[in-house]
């Protein structure tokens, strides 16, 4: 079965600075999706990216991009130009693909970007 | 609002009651999954439906539970005899078969008395 590891429970980040959050997984898989949602305060979870093991390319979405290193099973989060909006619970997700589509979830961290 | 929707959003019961909780997906998504979250932790995975099959249950999923979705529409999630462990938030999330996906739904907070 895959696990899915958030070692940072809280990071804290200034405004317009920029944050990394870490995430690493384990599978004996090759073929599967990997994921970041945010879910702020009180507020439903949203997808914030995504990226497919097959593709060597980081995925980049405006100001929020990842770093897939597929061999080191790692997968990590920037966020630049950090914003008060930013604030939220990151949760790094797991999915193989085909029929069992079902997500496994890291512990998350909780990000407060600060004045 | 064409997003995921469960109703009620909080739902406080005594141990021992009988509880459902309901969940409207997006109107063309046919994969429809139901999640756990207690307080610090990612959500878990309980069970999921394409159409109306309910094609996979964790082994979170006790007896006291049952999740249906009879016309491949809405989905329910009655928990019976609930337990203070039960008390968590409940996630719906819907998906198009052919796209990875998934959004959520605001979720059901359950307290357990």
């Known amino acids: 079965a895959q696990t899915v590891t958030q070692s940072q429970p809280e990071m804290s980040v200034q405004e317009a600075e920029t944050v990394t959050l870490s995430c690493t997984y384990d599978t004996s898989e090759s073929n599967y999706y990997l994921f970041w949602y945010k879910q702020p305060p009180s507020r439903q979870m949203i997808l914030v990216i995504r990226q497919e093991a097959y593709k060597q390319q980081n995925a980049t979405e405006n100001r929020f991009s990842v770093n897939f290193q597929k061999a080191a099973k790692s997968f990590s989060l920037k966020i630049s130009d950090s914003q008060l909006g930013d604030t939220a619970m990151y949760f790094c997700a797991f999915q193989y693909t085909g029929t069992a589509s079902k997500l496994t979830f890291g512990t998350g961290t909780r990000l407060q970007v600060t004045l | 609002d064409t997003g995921v929707s469960q109703d009620p959003r909080h739902k406080i019961t005594k141990r021992g009651q009988n509880v459902t909780f309901r969940c409207d997906p997006i109107s063309e998504h046919n994969r429809l999954y139901w999640y756990r979250q207690t307080l610090g932790q990612g959500p878990e995975f309980l069970t999921y439906?394409?159409?109306?099959?309910?094609?996979?249950k964790s082994r979170l999923l006790s007896d006291r539970f049952s999740a249906e979705r009879p016309k491949g529409s809405f989905s329910t999630l009655e928990i019976q005899r609930t337990e203070q462990g039960d008390s968590a938030m409940y996630l719906c999330?819907?998906?198009?078969?052919?796209?990875?996906?998934?959004?959520f739904g605001p979720g059901t907070r359950l307290t357990v008395t």
């Open positions: 439906f394409q159409n109306e099959a309910q094609l996979e």
């Open positions: 999330a819907s998906s198009l078969v052919t796209v990875e996906e998934q959004y």
